[in-house]
Nanobody, 114 residues
Framework: QVQLVESGGGLVQPGGSLRLSCAAT????????MGWYRQASGKQRELVAR???????NYADSVKGRFTISRDNAKNTVSLQMNSLKPEDTAVYLC????????WGQGTQVTVSS
């Protein structure tokens, strides 16, 4: 059974940093991409960052220059380094893995507040 185990959320002041990590456990073959989405209260889920197995990266315009996604293909892990956090980054962040199927993590709360 495939599971996505996320860690690293929490409360941080504006301008601070957090690092999210996601490990895919179980048998997953042919992973195409790994990434992070977020969903703020009352808003639609949106892509934050995604990295393909070939290393192609996409970022949401709102996080470019502040967030960095990285991936370890051998370990099936993906991380998101978030710097210069803003209150509008507050959301539940969900890990996403795409292969033949699409998998979602349970989500980790990120709150940016003074």
């Amino acid at each position: 059974q495939v599971q996505l185990v996320e860690s690293g959320g929490g409360l941080v002041q504006p301008g601070g940093s957090l690092r999210l990590s996601c490990a895919a456990t179980g048998s997953i073959f042919g992973i195409y991409s790994m990434g992070w989405y977020r969903q703020a209260s009352g808003k639609q889920r949106e892509l934050v960052a995604r990295i393909t197995s070939g290393g192609r990266i996409n970022y949401a315009d709102s996080v470019k220059g502040r967030f960095t996604i990285s991936r370890d293909n051998a370990k099936n892990t993906v991380s998101l380094q978030m710097n210069s956090l803003k209150p509008e980054d507050t959301a539940v962040y969900l890990c996403n893995v795409r292969s033949e199927y699409v998998y979602w993590g349970q989500g980790t709360q990120v709150t940016v507040s003074s």
